[in-house]
């Protein structure tokens, strides 16, 4: 089923509602977006046992955007979608969605479980982000998109097999290139402050198959929030395939 809801701020976010169940909200990556997909299949597989709602995030596919930017309207907008499936959801973030979901979490708006697949959190006050933030929004406003998005994308590490198997997708993705700004802020938003007060039980996951940065950052988030674990489970860089990944989340999110 698919379906709009307004946020706070009179924003319509689209969304695709799947399942019976308890509720459980996915939430994409920076990029990530029904043309662009890497929750979706993990999705359909865990619609046998929850309700599950994808959406596409604010100024992405069928979802409208409003300026200016704030982290704490894409917490609004997961709101309303919480409030739409009755007001408590296990929340799934793969990636920057990680760190949204934690930010949606800390502001309790009814996530009642957290599954993190490697959530990229560095060093707090660490210069190069805010750097790295203002070259996306200068590549943006220039209208240099698919530069801002191969900039992005080699800054975050990504090998080079992947990003040439990603050739074909980059018009979905330069359609999307704007929004590398909000994922870059929700990343300056999200250190070990925000952390300390995210009380809700979490599952920390990454891939064996990783390189040691998301190994790594994925081991400090888990150490640094009150109420989580951690696991890695067999995959290849940044994925584990949803196979795999669908029967540990499930077991997660049913102990709600």
């Not at 900039?151 to 198997?165: K, Q, W, Y």
């Amino acid at each position: 089923m698919q379906g709009v809801v307004a946020s706070a701020d009179g924003t319509r976010i689209a969304y695709e509602r799947e399942g019976e169940g308890p509720a459980l909200v996915m939430v994409d990556p920076a990029l990530g977006y029904r043309e662009f997909d890497n929750i979706r299949g993990l999705g359909k597989l865990l619609a046998a046992d929850f309700t599950v709602v994808t959406y596409d995030r604010r100024g992405r596919g069928g979802s409208a955007d409003t300026v200016p930017y704030a982290v704490e309207r894409e917490v609004e907008d997961m709101a309303a979608l919480i409030a739409e499936v009755g007001g408590r959801a296990c929340v799934y973030g793969f990636s920057s969605g990680g760190l949204l979901a934690l930010q949606a979490a800390a502001a309790a708006i009814g996530v009642e479980r957290l599954v993190l697949m490697e959530p990229p959190i560095g060093t707090d006050d660490d210069p190069t982000d805010a750097a790295f933030t203002a070259e996306m929004a200068e590549l943006v406003a220039a209208g240099r998109r698919r530069e801002a998005v191969r900039r992005f994308l080699t800054g975050c590490g990504v090998p080079e097999e992947v990003l040439a198997g990603m050739e074909p997708s980059m018009p979905a993705l330069d359609a999307v290139a704007h929004t590398l700004v909000y994922d870059c802020l929700i990343s300056e938003a999200t250190g070990s402050e925000l952390l300390a007060r995210v009380a809700t039980p979490t599952l920390v996951l990454d891939s064996q198959g990783s390189s040691d940065d998301l190994t790594g950052w994925a081991a400090r988030v888990a150490a640094a929030l009150p109420d989580a674990r951690h696991n890695s489970l067999q995959g290849g860089w940044h994925g584990v395939p949803a196979e795999d990944l669908a029967p540990v989340v499930a077991r997660f999110c049913r102990a709600a």
